[in-house]
């Protein structure tokens, strides 16, 4: 600090001492007060001790949060969860800023904090890489959500207790899982099996086994049970890829092809086909019960039987359970 600042001047008699670094060597009762009524609260020039971290309430804030919870890990061997939940929001409202390039620079930390591995083994280095990293990312959440950063922490610690018990698990969010599964799927379009249920052609148990390793192995995730309950959400697996993927346009024309003759078929009835391959496009499925409701009944209050015959309408439903069949095989349905 300067020793000339009108405020600090009158002090210096109890500062001067301080600037020896061997002073600092054994702090007393008498030197502790001194820090704590002379000199904490003169004005200080000093930089910050990390030039990155910037001097904002959000990221002060942020800080209060991560430092609570290395303060609870080193008390009691673990993190609260209340606050854990807290630093996973923040970064799930992260993830979905990445246009803002402070945030895309830290792009792995924010996703892996989500998950719950990240978690397991939690130690202080981790924890303040975290607050060091996002701090300074608070700016980037939505007005609602930095609320939550301005809430109390209440003490809950009540006396220090044995450190090396085992660490608790937290609770598991699977959010994460689901998207690394969806980006894999995304960024590998190419890989055989996606490429068969994309362009409507059969698939073994052989082709859906392989995909399914390589989708967990993505996803990080490995429970497979686990994962085929809460991230493919008990359908099967081809099914998902489908709803994920759509199905190929030339497929899907390719399906229909007879039921676009323009010499066989009117203007009407060739545009409800056309509701039902762009349908199947977007969605790589088409459950029966939802020919019958919008966007089909926007064409027709009586969908398909107000277009074709009943011969016509068996055969034109045949071939929409024919390319949902084609994303399942019987092993799976009965796993």
């Not at 001492?17 to 030197?31: A, T």
């Not at 001097?55 to 209060?64: A, Q, S, W």
């Not at 290395?70 to 923040?90: D, T």
């Not at 998902?240 to 003759?261: C, N, P, Q, T």
Request: negative net charge.
């Amino acid at each position: 600090m300067n020793l000339d600042n009108f405020i600090v001047r009158p002090q210096r008699q109890y500062i001067e001492p301080f600037l020896q670094r061997d002073y600092w060597n054994n702090i007393d009762d008498s030197k502790y007060s001194t820090l704590e009524t002379a000199v904490s609260s003169m004005p200080s020039t000093a930089e910050a001790i990390n030039a990155e971290e910037e001097n904002n309430e959000l990221g002060n804030r942020f800080d209060n949060l991560l430092l609570t919870m290395q303060l609870a890990l080193l008390e009691k061997g673990q993190v609260p969860e209340k606050a854990r939940g807290r630093v996973v929001e923040f970064a799930q409202q992260l993830e979905a800023k990445t246009s803002i390039p402070a945030v895309y620079a830290h792009l792995a930390l924010i996703q892996d904090v989500q998950t719950i591995e990240f978690w397991q083994h939690i130690d202080l280095p981790t924890l303040e890489n975290v607050r060091r990293k996002l701090r300074n990312l608070m700016f980037a959440l939505d007005k609602a959500e930095r609320a939550v950063v301005y809430a109390d922490f209440e003490d809950e610690i009540v006396g220090v207790t044995d450190v090396t018990k085992p660490v608790a698990t937290p609770s598991l969010d699977l959010a994460q899982y689901r998207k690394k599964t969806e980006l894999y799927i995304k960024e590998h379009q190419d890989q055989i099996t996606i490429q068969k249920l994309k362009r409507n052609k059969p698939i073994t148990q052989s082709d859906l086994d392989t995909l399914e390793e390589l989708l967990l192995n993505a996803s990080g995730l490995a429970d497979k049970q686990l994962y085929r309950e809460k991230v493919l959400e008990s359908k099967p697996l081809g099914t998902f890829i489908r709803e994920l993927v759509g199905l190929d346009m030339s497929a899907a024309k390719e399906a229909f092809s007879d039921f676009l003759d323009e010499g066989v078929y009117n203007g009407q009835q060739i545009e409800f086909v056309n509701h039902i391959i762009n349908y199947l496009m977007s969605n790589g499925t088409l459950d029966m019960s939802q020919i019958f409701c919008p966007p089909f009944t926007d064409l027709h209050n009586e969908s398909v039987y107000g277009f074709f015959d009943e011969t016509k309408v068996v055969e034109l439903l045949g071939r929409i359970k024919k390319i949902n069949a084609n994303g399942v095989v019987f092993e799976e349905l009965a796993a």
